[in-house]
């Protein structure tokens, strides 16, 4: 995990090996706000190797007050910056409240994605997403061991896509993203 202040020469080496399938980052974990010029050093790595930015990304929230540190708004500065840096958004923005932001960077940057990590789970965000920014950006993810996988995997199942759109979400887009 990339932390503000890292040691950039170590994550280099790290990023280089093929093991390794991203950045992640947690600004909210951090206390330190997503916007922040500390975080470009992981989105210039991100442009320079390929590999993406993974991020915790979450409404506003009156009762985890920490977690405005991660709106999903707060990453445009880096994308805007790092043209070529690739970004996924965990959790797809966390609640509906951000699903409007979050489909805005989408439709602006397309190098943004995003996965269905998280405890909400209505299988009409996911058609949403797929509708609105393309199923090649949507990713299943589980937060395991937090959250039973079977609650996103049921949100894909349930949501009306096809076949072919179920199978890229679940699988096909994450060998995309992260590398085969």
Not at 2 to 31: Q, W, Y
Not at 94 to 103: D, L, M, W, Y
Request: glycine share 8%; with cysteine.
């Amino acid at each position: 995990m990339f932390h503000p202040g890292a040691d950039v020469d170590r994550l280099e080496t790290e990023v280089a090996d093929p093991h390794c399938v991203g950045i992640k980052i947690h600004p909210s974990m951090n206390g330190v706000p997503a916007d922040d010029l500390a975080y470009r050093a992981a989105f210039e790595l991100s442009a320079r190797v390929g590999k993406p930015v993974l991020t915790h990304s979450w409404e506003d929230s009156p009762t985890n007050p920490t977690q405005h540190l991660s709106h999903p708004k707060r990453f445009e500065v880096h994308l805007r910056a790092c043209p070529d840096a690739h970004l996924i958004l965990g959790h797809a923005g966390g609640r509906p409240s951000t699903a409007e932001t979050v489909v805005d960077l989408c439709e602006r940057y397309p190098q943004v994605a995003v996965d269905l990590a998280g405890d909400y789970f209505d299988s009409g965000l996911v058609g949403m997403l797929c509708a609105r920014i393309g199923s090649g950006r949507v990713l299943f993810a589980s937060d395991m061991n937090w959250i039973d996988p079977r609650c996103a995997l049921g949100a894909v199942l349930g949501s009306q896509l096809s076949d072919e759109d179920v199978l890229k979400c679940l699988r096909g887009n994450a060998l995309t993203l992260l590398g085969e």
